[in-house]
């Protein structure tokens, strides 16, 4: 990971509380080994290619992990939030391997960064962390799966209508502050194509594109497409 920043105290823990449970002596040494670093907003933090050289954990903020494509265009895998792991980080550090995706902080974001040598040896040594780690591989594995078979046997039209649908419900109904491109990435689709499908919602009568914004006119609709289409 590339350059960040100072040594705090294990506050930190109060974002992880199945990590605050363990007392056994090799956590409580990675623990003493832990910094927080501060990082600023839209910082990448690795690129394809990249060693892997500490275990991370997000304490404040939000880390997109993303294939870039050579074309522009990219798919976001997931979000690290505050209190997760980074398991991309966590695989190549277990792998020895470098990074196959993209890193970039989505807001100013203070980060656990634990050495190779201290993480290792809680692994080895304390039950406890493994199945904290194995679960967390485990969830994010399943999440996943539920991307690759939407990407696979999904229409796009209508995973577009689906997130917009629960957009809308987790925003109560605001405008949705994502661009085109955005949303494009959390697709796995083009700016272009997404641009496209928007327009038909909007002539539908169920999205009002706005500049910088999208309103949601009709959640029912959305929800229920194709049949309402």
Sequence with gaps: MRKMGDRIETKWLTRFPELAKISDGAWTEAVKAASVRTIPHGTVLFRPGDPCMSFVLVFAGTVRVHIPGESGREIVLYRVESGEIC??????????????????????????????QPFEHALTASPAFRRYIFSMIGRRLGEMMLLLEEITFK????????????AADENENRPLHKTHQELAALLGSSREVISRLLKEFERNGWVRLNRGNIEVLSRTALEHFPMHK
Excluded at 95 to 103: L, N, R
Excluded at 155 to 166: F, K
């Design 155 to 166: 229409r796009l039209d209508i995973r577009l209508a689906q997130l917009l649908a629960r």
């Design 87 to 116: 398991v991309l980080t966590l695989s190549n550090m277990l792998g020895g391997i470098t990074y196959s995706a993209e890193g970039v902080t989505e807001t100013d974001a203070q980060l656990v960064v634990i050495p190779p």
